[in-house]
């Protein structure tokens, strides 16, 4: 959500609690949850430094409301005493502390969908060999897709990331000594 946005909100609910606590609150019985709500939501919307900063500007607004209606003066003890206010600024901190671990969450969340979504390109760039290929039973060349005959070792290189080197193997290799054998004798 845009931060102007938020600040409109924010605007918007401390009239919203002001007008509550004028004119739909009874006055008999104050909304003293409605400035730990303010609090919370302050705090969620734009941090705990700004939930404090309601918090210094609520408790003598609600001060001056409460007095507009002869509220019993334990009830304006209430406002301001330090178990409220701490209240308050717990839950202020706490809320602001849960944005900012949402907020770094949100952003390691973005990261991965990016590169999710760059390991998806590469992995549909990847070309495996697959399908038919024709291949000489004498020089054991293949024929790639343009139908160019190639050793079997350079089609490979080209299509994966294979690299060879030539060697024999036990039963070659056993073949090439008594062949050569048999030509020296």
């Known amino acids: 959500m845009n931060r102007t946005i938020r600040l409109v909100i924010a605007a918007a609910a401390l009239a919203v609690y002001s007008a509550a ?34 918090l210094v500007i609520l408790t003598p607004l609600t001060h001056f409301i409460y007095q507009q209606f002869s509220i019993s003066a334990s009830y304006l003890y209430f406002i301001s005493s330090p178990a409220y206010l701490g209240l308050q600024i717990v839950l202020a901190l706490g809320i602001g502390r849960m944005r900012r671990k949402n907020k770094r969450l949100r952003q390691k969340e973005e990261e991965l ?18 399908g038919l290929h024709n291949l000489c039973s004498g020089c054991k060349k293949i024929q790639d897709d343009a139908g160019v005959w190639q050793s079997i070792d350079d089609f490979l290189k080209a299509k994966t990331k294979m690299e060879f080197s ?20």
């Open 21 to 54: 606590l004028r004119f739909a609150a009874p006055p008999d019985q104050p909304y003293f949850i409605l400035g730990i709500g303010m609090v919370a939501l302050i705090s969620g919307l734009l941090g705990a430094v700004a939930g404090l900063i309601t």
């Open 113 to 130: 969908t990016e590169t999710n979504g760059r390991l998806q390109n590469v992995l549909a760039n990847v070309q495996e060999p697959g």
């Open 166 to 185: 030539h060697c024999l193997c036990p039963d070659c290799a056993e073949k090439f000594r008594d062949t050569a054998q048999s030509t020296s004798s």
